[in-house]
């Protein structure tokens, strides 16, 4: 009987160790091509208690023009690029976006076989808010991000579905 009763709570202590594992963590995409370089662009948690700002908001992402996707709220995407200045553009001003504030941009030159990681943050602009007026109070950065810093933020974020 004693045996039983240890092994249960051996099985449960290992059952609730397991159900513990550390579900924000964030994992490398792959490159396909070594030549290129893979950046990762990421749009973490607002840090402001209370209310997040833009969170139905998104834009899409252009890249040299062309558009790889939607940004939206803890999500991340990965852009796999060759070597050189590639112009990373955050836009409302296309026909799925959902995004009002003004375009960010930001050129990224890439070297090959290394990784970039770029942060889209959106923030209240705290400073210039009055008491019941937060509508169009924002703080709006597209910029890169050192690794160790981004792998802290990227992996409360999620990838953004493929095309």
């Given at each position: 009987?004693?045996?039983?009763?240890?092994?249960?709570?051996?099985?449960?202590?290992?059952?609730?160790?397991?159900?513990?594992?550390?579900?924000?963590?964030?994992?490398?995409?792959?490159?396909?091509?070594?030549?290129?370089a893979m950046?990762?662009?990421?749009?973490?948690?607002?840090?402001?208690?209370?209310?997040?700002?833009?969170?139905?908001?998104?834009?899409?992402?252009?890249?040299?023009?062309?558009?790889?996707?939607?940004?939206?709220?803890?999500?991340?995407?990965?852009?796999?690029?060759?070597?050189?200045q590639h112009?990373?553009?955050?836009?409302?001003?296309?026909?799925?976006?959902?995004?009002?504030?003004?375009?960010?941009?930001?050129?990224?030159?890439?070297?090959?076989?290394?990784?970039?990681?770029?942060?889209?943050?959106?923030?209240?602009?705290?400073?210039?808010?009055?008491?019941?007026?937060?509508?169009?109070?924002?703080?709006?950065?597209?910029?890169?991000?050192?690794?160790?810093?981004?792998?802290?933020?990227?992996?409360?974020?999620?990838?953004?579905?493929?095309?």
């Amino acid at each position: 009987m004693r045996h039983s009763l240890i092994a249960g709570l051996i099985l449960a202590l290992s059952c609730g160790l397991t159900a513990c594992a550390n579900n924000d963590y964030f994992e490398a995409t792959a490159l396909q091509d070594n030549a290129n370089a893979m950046v990762y662009l990421y749009r973490p948690a607002a840090t402001g208690p209370g209310k997040k700002p833009l969170v139905t908001s998104y834009p899409e992402i252009t890249v040299d023009g062309k558009g790889v996707g939607m940004l939206q709220y803890k999500e991340y995407l990965t852009l796999e690029l060759p070597p050189g200045q590639h112009k990373i553009v955050a836009t409302g001003l296309t026909k799925d976006s959902r995004w009002q504030p003004e375009d960010r941009s930001y050129t990224l030159k890439t070297e090959a076989g290394k990784e970039y990681f770029m942060r889209f943050r959106v923030e209240f602009n705290t400073d210039s808010m009055s008491i019941g007026t937060f509508r169009g109070q924002y703080l709006i950065q597209l910029h890169p991000v050192d690794e160790s810093e981004a792998l802290y933020e990227i992996r409360h974020t999620s990838k953004a579905d493929d095309g």
